[in-house]
T-cell receptor
Framework: KNEVEQSPQNLTAQEGEFITINCSYS?????LHWLQQHPGGGIVSLFM???GKKKHGRLIATINIQEKHSSLHITASHPRDSAVYIC???????????FGKGTHLIIQP | NAGVMQNPRHLVRRRGQEARLRCSPM?????VYWYRQLPEEGLKFMVY????????ESGMPKERFSAEFPKEGPSILRIQQVVRGDSAAYFC????????????FGSGTRLTVV
């Protein structure tokens, strides 16, 4: 059974800082997903990765299949980036997604 | 295309009542997944359905919870005789062929049991 671990659980940073959120998983998977959830809000898919690196605006996601590890980076962070960022895996023997517990990110002006 | 529609957005029930949560998938999507997010916890898989079939209900509590996805109409997650511990956000997601081929989440239903 796959387990998805995220770190840190909480992160507070100043506007403009470079942010890194880490995610590890325990078994082979078909894809790694990064999602964003604002307080009281819905869940939005940011990235789906099976190898390498993807970039969208100020967000970058990387995955290392051998090490079973992924990172989400935010460059030039802004208060509107404040949200919960969730790592999830698909495949790995499960239907649907297996989620990490999320990283609560607060960017202070 | 309105995306995945969940209603109601907020639902308040007294202990012992029934809660019905509805999810209309994106047009053309035949795979529906329900997830529960308890306060301060991560999302947990509940059930995976395709039209008229329950594919995997391994995450559903054994009692009081049921789900369906009929040939016509939305998917329904039904909770009978609700208890305070059922208070949570319930999300559904739909996909065309499974999560590796793209998916969309609904905005969720926040259930409060008083």
């Amino acid at each position: 059974k796959n387990e998805v671990e995220q770190s840190p659980q909480n992160l507070t940073a100043q506007e403009g800082e470079f942010i890194t959120i880490n995610c590890s998983y325990s078994v082979g998977i078909s894809a790694l997903h990064w999602l964003q959830q604002h307080p009281g809000g819905g869940i939005v898919s940011l990235f789906m990765l099976s190898s390498g690196k993807k970039k969208h605006g100020r967000l970058i996601a990387t995955i290392n299949i051998q090490e079973k590890h992924s990172s989400l980076h935010i460059t030039a962070s802004h208060p509107r980036d404040s949200a919960v960022y969730i790592c999830a895996s698909s495949g790995g023997g499960a239907d649907g997604l297996t989620f990490g517990k999320g990283t609560h990110l607060i960017i202070q002006p | 295309n309105a995306g995945v529609m969940q209603n109601p957005r907020h639902l308040v029930r007294r202990r012992g009542q029934e809660a019905r949560l509805r999810c209309s998938p994106m047009k053309g999507h035949s795979h529906v997944y329900w997830y529960r997010q308890l306060p301060e916890e991560g999302l947990k898989f509940m059930v995976y359905l395709q039209k008229e079939n329950i594919i995997d209900e391994s995450g559903m509590p054994k009692e009081r919870f049921s789900a369906e996805f009929p040939k016509e109409g939305p998917s329904i997650l039904r909770i009978q005789q609700v208890v305070r511990g059922d208070s949570a956000a319930y999300f559904c997601a739909s996909s065309l062929q499974g999560f590796d081929y793209g998916y969309t989440f609904g905005s969720g239903t926040r259930l409060t049991v008083v």
